[in-house]
C-alpha cells in the first residue's frame, strides 16, 4: 500500500488541480520531518492559487520554523494581502500577530 506521501505526489504528477491535494501533501511532508520539502510544495500551491489562504500560512510557519524570517515575513505579507481579498478576517488577523512577532 502507498504512503500518504506517495498517494499525493501521484495525485500531483497526474495533474490534479484541487489546490489542497499540494496543501495536503506539504503537510505529510512536515509531519514526515521534510521541512524543505514542504516549502517547495508550498510555494508551488501559492504560486498556483494566490488566493489559498492556508498555503501562504502554512509556508511563512514551516520557514519560521526553519530560521528563515525574512522569507517567512514575505510569505506573511502574502497571505495577509490574500486573507484581504478573501475576506478571511480570521486569517488576516492571525497572520498579522505573526508577522509582528517575526519583526
Do not use: C, N
Amino acid at each position: 500500500m502507498p504512503s500518504r506521501i506517495e498517494t499525493f505526489e501521484a495525485m500531483v504528477a497526474q495533474g490534479a488541480s484541487d489546490p489542497f491535494v499540494l496543501y495536503a501533501l506539504a503537510m505529510e511532508y512536515r509531519s514526515a520531518g521534510r521541512p524543505e520539502e514542504a516549502v517547495t510544495r508550498l510555494r508551488e500551491l501559492v504560486a498556483q492559487s494566490p488566493d489559498y489562504v492556508p498555503g501562504h500560512h502554512m509556508l511563512a510557519q514551516t520557514l519560521t520554523q526553519l530560521g528563515r524570517a525574512g522569507e517567512a515575513r514575505e510569505a506573511l505579507r502574502a497571505g495577509i494581502a490574500a486573507a484581504a481579498r478573501k475576506g478571511d478576517l480570521h486569517a488576516k488577523t492571525e497572520m498579522e500577530a505573526e508577522l509582528a512577532s517575526l519583526a
